[in-house]
């Protein structure tokens, strides 16, 4: 059965930063497409980052870009967002996803992902 799992949510005030983590059981992360989506209330989840099944490529949503990082420690079977200059506009609940084969659609649609964690909130306000 997979299991993923995300902390490290929670409240920071505009321009600061959070580490989210989502931790894998039953897959294998470094065998798998992994993306992180974020679901602001009344809006419909949308891509934020995606790591490759190689690893070797990252993408990012344009809001994103430049101030979020995504990574994964295969050891910990740990999939990570690192965000930085948060903003009001990054309030979301954000979801791990994984798919454990290379999605054709480049891993940027949520339907590309077939395990979903549970979400964790991150709420930027000061």
């Known amino acids: 059965q997979v299991q993923l799992i995300e902390s490290g949510g929670g409240l920071v005030q505009p321009g600061g930063s959070l580490r989210l983590s989502c931790a894998a059981s039953?897959?294998?992360?470094?065998?798998?497409?992994m993306g992180w989506f974020r679901q602001a209330p009344e809006n419909e989840r949308e891509f934020v980052a995606t790591i490759t099944w190689s690893g070797g490529n990252t993408l990012y949503a344009d809001s994103v870009k430049g101030r979020f990082a995504i990574s994964r420690d295969n050891a910990l079977n740990t999939l990570y967002l690192q965000m930085n200059s948060l903003k009001p506009e990054d309030t979301a609940v954000y979801y791990c996803?994984?798919?454990?084969?290379?999605?054709?659609?480049?891993?940027?649609?949520?339907?590309?992902?077939?395990?979903w964690g549970q979400g964790t909130r991150v709420t930027v306000s000061s």
């Open positions: 996803a994984a798919v454990p084969w290379s999605p054709p659609g480049g891993g940027r649609r949520a339907t590309d992902y077939n395990y």
């Open positions: 039953g897959l294998i992360i470094s065998r798998s497409a």
